[in-house]
């Protein structure tokens, strides 16, 4: 069984943001499968993906700030600052964290552990709704 | 075929350290597979996966120094600090370095450069065992 | 359907190149697959795979700034010196933005966004040929 579809994720403010609910309704379809793959593919590169922990609000903000702090706006390095001073990093901080998850699928849901929820990572002060592609593919039935 | 199966590496302290042989010693059935896949996902957000340099002790050694200056513990930055100095790190690094690898399977096992091997990336003082969940699905025979 | 192949990518200096059409090109049976995915390993542990903006050549070059004060060449915490000194950088630069791509298929290609291309981010100074797995697997027909 394959099944493939756009996912729009409505727009967040710069930061860290848990989707895993807002991710999962929009694939009904994955309660059939007993063994597969779901693959999450977000068609930016200024708006990333992660799998991190999934109850503290406190853990997201400390995430910004990390990532404000590693990549900073206004550094002496960078020379591509036509589209405005938060473009660049954010550029540096979705590859570093990567424009893609691949979730284990067991028993119509993704086996993830107790604490994993997955995060939009939104790194440009307006980034507008953000395009997924969703793949599956596995067995269904049991 | 498909296979999946939860995998649970023995405790390992703070650092990075080769799992390869742990790994595939798991997953006997990779044998039968002509053309396939295998994804490991660690279920935890403060250890990763990488796959990196098999044969110097030095080289993980290194990583671990570079990570730990580059997310260092006791920040002014991090507000999370209620469950140890070394978690909101470990979060941080877990995320850069991500959850999961996707292998491509070929004559039974990975294809993977001469110099490349399964890195646990422990960041917690005391992380205990960590448990993975290996998916593999591919063709059999040949 | 299944395939899979060793692609050879020609030797690129030191930074970030965008290789999209090289790789693709590599891989014509991709045309026949309406669903499906493409998953590239890079069989290396100095250079690294990334998906980022496949316009502005400055953007690549901040790519490389950025990783070059990230991850600097003769920090005092490097043991790892025998290889040169770009050696030991180049094995964390990799960690950080990963050895494989995870591609969605549809409709005989990618379906990436209309920013984003495939990066060979070479880490080494001279770094030589390298050579990726290509897996695909997929439904054909339409």
């Not at 999962?24 to 059939?32: I, S």
């Not at 660049?88 to 107790?114: E, F, I, N």
Request: aromatic share 8%; net charge negative.
């Amino acid at each position: 069984m394959w099944l493939q579809r756009a996912v729009r994720l409505s727009p967040r403010p710069r930061g860290f943001h848990l989707v895993t609910a807002e991710v999962l309704e929009a694939l009904p379809e994955l309660g059939e499968i007993s063994v597969g793959v779901l693959h999450l593919l977000i068609q930016h590169t200024s708006a990333s993906l992660a799998l991190s922990e999934n109850a503290s609000p406190e853990v997201r903000r400390d995430f910004e700030a990390w990532f404000d702090q590693a990549v900073p706006e206004g550094a002496r390095y960078w020379t591509h600052t036509l589209e405005g001073e938060d473009d660049m990093p954010a550029h540096v901080k979705a590859a570093l964290l990567g424009p893609s998850l691949t979730l284990p699928l067991r028993d119509g849901r993704p086996a993830l552990g107790t604490w994993q929820g997955i995060y939009l990572c939104e790194h440009r002060d307006r980034g507008g709704p953000r395009s997924l592609i969703a793949t599956t593919w596995g067995e269904t039935g049991g």
